[in-house]
């Protein structure tokens, strides 16, 4: 914490450290979302925490900053409020795990409020006239000033994990920042605005690149998978689900030319990838020993081990062969 001389000398760059800061936070947090996979969930885990410090460790000077305007609008106390629900939230998720208070999760709060902030944050950025660097800005002083900051908050990071891992107790904690969950009680869990479909499991059938399959020839061809599934909301569970391998489902000749493997649920909710990971998806009847809950994806769901809970497609309607590459898709689903 700075001292009141150095305080008092909060401005342009207290300003311009905070922008950079937050918008870091803001894109490492997306890439947090983005990572399946332990190295570079890993990678933007660190970033994420680390610029988090970031802001936490500025909180001092931005306030002498607020304190010396004459004014600050209302639209202006909303984003300090969002903003530190979110840095709040985050340190919740990461201090007390994985929890459900009132319907909400810390992790669906903290995405929440920095979405919700977004508007008011570009419109306090934009609104005030441009900042230019200055010559003082590359000084040898301030350098120094920026080079004993970062080390500061790299410090901090040890620490504050050290201290978050004391309160959590047992609670396991993996790379993406999620705590473990029973895998005999998986939660329902829904992206956005998804609706559960209740389906006739016996009816059913799965379209794969043409391929009419049922439940029950799916369970034909199964066995047990080891998988974590990993939702963004802040949780994981490691399950064995009863599953058959996609790559085995459609004959090669089918993929000549293909790109990328759409996988659509009956909701509308779709994910596409590329056709190489065909022998990495799997197509579930199963988890657990029991057949899916209507919640979790009855009769068939995807199960795709390397990446985060959103690519794992509930009540799979079909599986269709494209030659669209599978990064045309948002990155991130819509409903
Ligand atoms: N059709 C559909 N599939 C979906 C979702 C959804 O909203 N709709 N949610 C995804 C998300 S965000 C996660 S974490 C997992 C959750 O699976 P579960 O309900 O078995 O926990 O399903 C994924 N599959
Ligand atoms: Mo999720």
Redesign the pocket.
Known sequence: MGCPQTLRRAGRRTNAALLLVCLGAFLTGWLAFAAGTPVPATVATVAHGLLALGVVALVPWKSAIVGRAASVPLAGWVLIVLILLCLGAGFVQLFRGFGVLAGVSPIQVHVGAALLAVPLFSWHVLHRRPQRLRRADLSRRALLRTGAFALGVAAAYPLTLLAAGGTRGDKGRVATGSGALDPDR???????L?RVPHLDGDAHRVDVVGRSLGPAELEQMSVPVRAR?D??SGWYADATWTAARLSDLIPADRLVGVASLEVT?V?G?TRRFPVAEASALWLATGCQGRRLSA???APVRLVAPHRR??W????VASVRASPSPAWAQPPFPLQ
């Not at 794992?312 to 009540?315: E, T």
């Open positions: 998986i939660p329902a869990t829904t992206w956005l998804d599934l939702c963004t649920s909701t909710y919640g979790t994806g809970g959103f794992w497609v509930k009540w």
